[in-house]
């Protein structure tokens, strides 16, 4: 069991998904810079494809993804229209360099889309990327995933998919504004597998409102039944003053630090007792997993999407609000639909915000990311004094050692992990509201 030190959980912490985060995103890099990156590509370098679709049958309340009600289906056509002309546009500056390994979809939910919209925005982008064998995935509303999607599934050669379930219990659902059986999630499951999915995730939350301890178990419980590859486990994360829908949520109803800390820690011990693999401070898969394998050979990275095995320094974003990653940028589209399409529209790359990334930010995110991915990494030799203190905090609680120079996380330091790398981050304090709790 772990031990809950709450002074060490006070300051609210980014999830670090990318260093610097997105709170340091500004208008100072738009679509020169994102333009200019990619004419560096050379020949033959590894790339990754992120396709947003923001639109949703039905919007969850607890989600904080850049999504809405899909609505008429001229609103989804005109939106594929402009994702359209941006593959056009952004593969004309690649002008065949680069080499694209991976496709990833992600939203909102891409099967918000007819499926033959997605066989031809798939085909749309393995030809004008050259993209030969690509390993795609897929996240899915499981409410919404009709036998022509599996067909389409099963055509396409997805082998990556992911589901949104959040938790089987009832009374849950209904609090969060997502009502799915469990019946509806085990055929699906069932049906994926047979339609060539290897690797399968399920996304569960603690934290949530009117949620217990049993409750959780029991989610945890019927999900590790299924035998997904992948199970990720998240906080929820209530930030109504950020995320307005959140505000239909009863904040009253929401477990206590105290209560979310032993939920995550049952949840852990749970998986681990049925044979996951704990991949980063969130995640689990079973060992023959390749990011469970990434995790045991120090190749585990962590970029938007998450703890992910892709390696591919070079993740291009497409659609509204998708971010992408440069070794020296990051750049994120207009997050608006009607501003992205706009943008297209005149001929210009919806690139709205971002942040370079000079060789101090990229040092600091190496080490952050280490901490995380690997539970270690080498001290840096400009350690400060309040730095050296910090850990000391955690030293003393025996969460980490941090003997010839290197930070070491001890297994109990797994829910204090985001809290020990924001120790590196000389940006937090300009930004720590913006951020929820570690737990």
């Given at each position: ?171 849950v659902q209904q609090a969060i504004g997502r009502v799915q059986p469990l019946d509806v999630i085990t055929t699906l499951a069932r049906r994926l597998r047979d339609a060539g999915v290897k690797s399968l995730n399920v996304d569960l939350m603690y934290g949530l409102p009117g949620q217990d301890l049993t409750s959780l178990i029991d989610t945890v419980r019927l999900a590790a039944e ?104 990051y750049a994120q589209n207009a997050k608006n639909v009607g501003a992205y399409r706009a943008a297209i529209s005149s001929g210009q790359l919806p690139v709205e915000r971002g942040v370079r990334r000079d060789a101090e930010s990229r040092a600091c995110g190496a080490l952050i990311s280490a901490i995380l991915c690997h539970g270690e990494a080498t001290l840096p030799p400009s350690i ?56």
């Amino acid at each position: 069991m772990w031990t809950h030190y709450p002074d060490l959980l006070q300051r609210p912490v980014p999830r670090y998904t990318s260093y610097p985060t997105a709170a340091d995103f500004n208008d100072s890099v738009g679509p020169e810079a994102v333009a200019e990156a990619l004419r560096l590509i050379g020949p033959g370098t590894a790339l990754s494809l992120y396709v947003h679709i923001p639109f949703c049958e039905e919007i969850c309340w607890y989600c904080g993804c850049n999504t809405a009600r899909a609505g008429k289906q001229s609103r989804l056509s005109a939106y594929l229209e402009a994702l359209y002309r941006e593959v056009e546009m952004i593969s004309g500056l690649l002008e065949g360099r680069g080499r694209v390994r991976r496709i990833s979809f992600g939203g909102g939910s891409p099967n918000a889309l007819d499926p033959l919209d997605f066989v031809r925005l798939l085909g749309d982008l393995t030809v004008a990327f050259g993209a030969e064998e690509p390993l795609i995935s897929l996240e899915l509303d499981p409410r919404r995933l009709t036998p022509g999607w599996l067909r389409v599934i099963e055509a396409a050669r997805v082998t990556n998919a992911s589901l949104g379930v959040q938790t089987f219990d009832p009374a849950v659902q209904q609090a969060i504004g997502r009502v799915q059986p469990l019946d509806v999630i085990t055929t699906l499951a069932r049906r994926l597998r047979d339609a060539g999915v290897k690797s399968l995730n399920v996304d569960l939350m603690y934290g949530l409102p009117g949620q217990d301890l049993t409750s959780l178990i029991d989610t945890v419980r019927l999900a590790a039944e299924m035998r997904p590859d992948r199970i990720a486990l998240f906080g929820y994360a209530h930030v109504p003053g950020v995320i307005a829908r959140q505000r239909r949520i009863d904040a009253s109803a929401l477990p206590d630090e105290a209560e979310r800390f032993l939920m995550a820690n049952v949840g852990h011990d749970y998986l681990l007792t049925q044979g996951y693999r704990p991949v980063g401070f969130d995640h689990f898969a079973l060992p023959p997993d390749p990011v469970a394998m990434a995790a045991r050979t120090h190749r585990l990275h962590r970029n938007f999407q998450g703890f992910t095995d892709d390696d591919a320094e070079h993740l291009i974003g497409l659609g509204a609000s998708a971010i992408s990653e440069f070794p020296g940028l990051y750049a994120q589209n207009a997050k608006n639909v009607g501003a992205y399409r706009a943008a297209i529209s005149s001929g210009q790359l919806p690139v709205e915000r971002g942040v370079r990334r000079d060789a101090e930010s990229r040092a600091c995110g190496a080490l952050i990311s280490a901490i995380l991915c690997h539970g270690e990494a080498t001290l840096p030799p400009s350690i400060t004094t309040e730095q050296k203190d910090q850990l000391d905090r955690f030293a003393q609680r025996g969460l980490i050692s941090t003997a010839s120079g290197i930070v070491r996380l001890k297994p109990a330091a797994a829910p204090y992990a985001r809290t020990i790398a924001a120790i590196f981050d000389p940006r937090l304090a300009d930004h720590h509201q913006r951020f929820s709790a570690p737990v």
